[in-house]
């Protein structure tokens, strides 16, 4: 019993995540605004911030050995 539970909740985990998925694709394709658009650009941001940050203390490291 406790078997056919678990594969029932892991078919239909699997089959709400496609569909999900297949929303997500539509939606986007048709022109609808994604929400999380500009939280993905201002992490984006950020990181590259921070690995250009990185990239400037090693320099300033290495012309001060």
Aim: hydrophobic fraction near 40%; proline fraction near 0%.
């Amino acid at each position: 019993m406790g078997r056919y539970l678990l594969m029932g909740l892991l078919a239909f985990g699997a089959i709400a995540g496609f569909g999900s998925g297949f929303a997500r694709i539509y939606h986007h394709r048709h022109g609808d605004s994604c929400e999380f658009r500009g939280v993905e650009r201002r992490a984006a941001e950020a990181c590259t911030r921070a690995a250009l940050d990185v990239l400037e203390e090693r320099r300033t490291s290495a012309q001060n050995r």
